[in-house]
């Protein structure tokens, strides 16, 4: 970290006892100019704290809020580096705590609601975090301040564009996951997030080539056709093959293209060794609506998944299925 190296150029040497309030006050900035000066950052960052909170309207405090400022989003990044190398309950609470100690004094911090809302998500999908109301209300807070493509003031395009891109894609996959898990399901409500999510083409495929975005789309659409077919279910014999009945089953193969099309997905996209379960238990619900729309068969299967593989949006080829 570069904290004392670029603090220094702004550190106002400690004047005379009359420009302080008491010697006390003048000790304490005296120990604080002299960790900053030695490059004892652990030191100056304890000292910063405590001067604030004896000193709050030193004239010496904007100076030594800058330490404290600078001390906080540091302390805060490392957490955050420690969180994303192996995530588990306990490193989320410490990126948090580190989170909030920032917030205190800088409520609209962009950078750190954004990560914290991020990793707060990845959390609540790995089961790790509980609190699913308070992980989709800072999800929906934070992708709110992010609707602008604009970069706030301050903020460099790129930084921005970067910080956006990665909360659009992981905090709409998370609210759509977290609205496929409530008891009466939306499905519309979790495309709209999915799809959100799947519009970012990352150059490392997040959003349009990230398998799981697939697999909870297939969720939604699943749960859409199992009301479809319900409805077919409770015809009778001759309304099955009367209009009522050849309407719903052109609901129903209209859903089970858009269905093959995300398994689809999964199966070209699960290519990780840790998405291997995924990309088979895709692979087995693929096959399974091929073969409904193909006549019991799978040749032209394997084409098509390559396909996708080149053209994510590539649709499934046209079949009639028979009877």
């Known amino acids: 970290m570069l904290l004392l190296a670029g603090l220094l150029s702004i550190l106002i040497r400690p004047g005379s006892a009359q420009q ?116 989709r209300a800072m999800a929906e807070k934070t992708l709110a301040r992010l609707e602008s493509t604009t970069p706030p003031e301050g903020w460099q395009p790129e930084q921005y564009n ?50 799981n975005n697939y697999w909870l789309r297939a969720g939604a659409y699943t749960k859409q056709y199992e009301k479809l077919k319900a409805q077919y279910d409770a015809l009778s014999d001759t309304e099955k093959t009367g209009e009522a009945g050849r309407a719903l089953l052109a609901q129903v193969d209209a859903l089970v293209d858009k269905l093959i099309g995300d398994y689809a997905r999964v199966v070209a996209f699960a290519t990780q060794p840790q998405t291997q379960p995924l990309q088979q238990a895709a692979r087995e619900q693929l096959e399974q609506f091929w073969k409904y729309k193909h006549n019991g068969k799978t040749e032209g299967l394997a084409e098509y998944i390559r396909t996708v593989q080149t053209d994510p949006n590539a649709p499934p080829p046209a079949a009639e299925r028979k009877g």
């Open 162 to 211: 970067a910080l956006r891109e990665a909360a659009l894609v992981q905090l709409n996959q998370f609210l759509g996951w977290a609205a496929l898990r409530q008891e009466n399901t939306d499905p519309q409500q979790v495309l709209t997030y999915l799809n959100r999510a799947i519009e970012i083409k990352g150059k490392d495929g997040t959003g349009w080539k990230d398998p």
């Open 20 to 135: 302080f309030q008491n010697e006390e006050e003048r000790q304490l900035y005296q120990q604080y100019y002299n960790a900053v000066q030695a490059k004892d950052e652990a030191k100056a960052c304890t000292l910063s704290q405590e001067f604030l909170a004896k000193y709050p309207q030193s004239q010496y405090a904007k100076y030594v809020r800058r330490t404290f400022d600078k001390c906080g989003f540091d302390q805060f990044q490392t957490a955050l580096n420690n969180y994303y190398k192996a995530p588990d309950a306990a490193k989320l609470e410490a990126l948090l705590a580190a989170g909030e100690k920032v917030l205190k004094d800088q409520p609209d911090q962009l950078y750190i609601t954004t990560q914290m809302a991020i990793a707060v998500s990845r959390s609540a999908i790995s089961g790790s975090y509980k609190d699913l109301e308070k992980a």
